[in-house]
């Protein structure tokens, strides 16, 4: 695993100085590690995970871990969420404003059994702590994410990787986007095909920032490579826009909220960019995906599509 620097102004340095990698995407994996904090559920069968169930989860995991990890705000009817968890400090503090995405998102299963935290970069020191804000934030009797509070069946903190056995190279290959894809440029979204690519790869250079990992191509290149090699990519048959309202604490107010869900199927042999998808997988894709937006999957594309 990748040795972390030891303080904002070692990082700084480091991604400031991080040239290209030897080779390509695959060295980015073999570097590349992240954590997993998973806690199960006793919920109904019936149950169904809603895209407001993960804004107010952000927002209570963000409440609940408290003093230690929130930048203080001045307004104390303020309640902290989700976009002050950035460190300040990297060994025990965190605050808003950095130019890097947040080092976490949030994922469910199918089923909304298993819940899930992804933490990257310095926040994995504190997979346990984070582990029980997160109980508490399920658990609690008012205020809850779910509506109600539910048991806890297991918990489990543990280093994700990507195998070697995991890649695919091979044809008719597209991307299942399992939850809204949120992206938008001046407040219109942007759902082409290559505005969806070039997204990924704003999103994992960024995550990659947290690591001062240097990236094997620079952004003008990798975003012509895209461009070249995948001119040919749509969104297939059954891709919808999915809508959600996005309640705030901090600005009081109710945004409305809309993203895509669909398979874009990619019309081209990935060949040494199966990497780069398969780390897409991994950090989600777009906007807001610390509420869990913007997760993909790689998956066959039948010939119909």
Known sequence: MIALPPNLCAIRRKIAGAGALSGSWGDVIDHFRWVDVEIDLDVPGSFQWQMSHFVALRGAVGEALGARFIHPVSDPLDIPGANFLM????ETEMAKGLPYPKPFLLQVEQGGATVRIRLFGPLMAHASEVSEALTRALTRNERLPLGRAYSVVARRVFVGQIAPGDLSDGE???LWFLTPLSMRHHKVGQDAPLSVLRG????????????????????????????????????????ARDAWKHPTARQRQIFPERGLV???????HCGDLAPFFKLGE??????KAAIGCGRFEMVSASPDL
């Not at 460190?87 to 990297?90: A, D, E, I, S, T």
């Not at 995550?207 to 003008?220: D, E, F, M, N």
């Not at 991994?282 to 906007?287: S, Y």
Request: aromatic residues 12%; charged residues 10%.
């Open 87 to 90: 460190f300040r400090n990297w």
């Open 282 to 287: 991994v950090v989600h894709a777009g906007g």
């Open 200 to 239: 990924i790869h704003r999103r994992l250079s960024g995550i990659l920032a947290w690591y001062g990992i240097g990236l094997p191509l620079s952004v003008s290149e990798m975003h012509q490579i895209l461009a070249d090699r995948f001119s040919g990519a749509y969104w297939a048959r059954g891709a």
């Open 262 to 268: 669909g398979l874009l199927n990619l019309n081209a």
């Open 172 to 174: 008719n290959l597209a």
